[in-house]
């Protein structure tokens, strides 16, 4: 059983700066970020194959977030610049194990962190 534990939300101003860190208790083939704001879906926002590739990032925040792993930790962390309003949310770390492509869809993994709370204020 993989389990998820994210760190690094807060409470920050549009246009600052956070780092979410994701710490895995097991190898993962992909990892990914997803966030829920109140009343809307849960949105895939970054994913990556940990043994190699390029991340893969949702057009709304594309240039202003990064995600990246250490696998010899497997740790991932999500930087996110820029931030606005519209990225409060709770953010999730996802992880799936055997897969080699991944994806922004939730279906495809099964395992899940508890979930880090990001608000931007105005």
């Known amino acids: 059983q993989v389990q998820l534990v994210e760190s690094g939300g807060g409470s920050v101003q549009a246009g600052g700066s956070l780092t979410l860190t994701c710490v895995s208790s097991?190898?993962?083939?992909?990892v990914a970020w997803f966030r829920q704001a109140p009343g809307k879906e849960r949105e895939g926002i970054a994913t990556?194959?940990?043994?190699?590739?390029?991340?893969g990032y949702a057009n709304s925040v594309k240039g202003r977030f990064t995600l990246s792993q250490d696998g010899a930790k497997n740790t991932a962390y999500l930087r996110m610049t820029n931030l606005k309003p519209d990225d409060t949310a709770m953010y999730y770390c996802?992880?799936?194990?055997?897969?080699?492509?991944?994806?922004?869809?939730?279906?495809?993994?099964?395992?899940w962190g508890q979930g880090t709370q990001v608000t931007v204020s105005s």
């Open positions: 996802a992880a799936s194990i055997g897969s080699t492509g991944c994806t922004l869809r939730n279906s495809a993994y099964g395992y």
């Open positions: 990556m194959y940990t043994r190699g590739g390029s991340p």
């Open positions: 097991h190898s993962r083939d992909c």
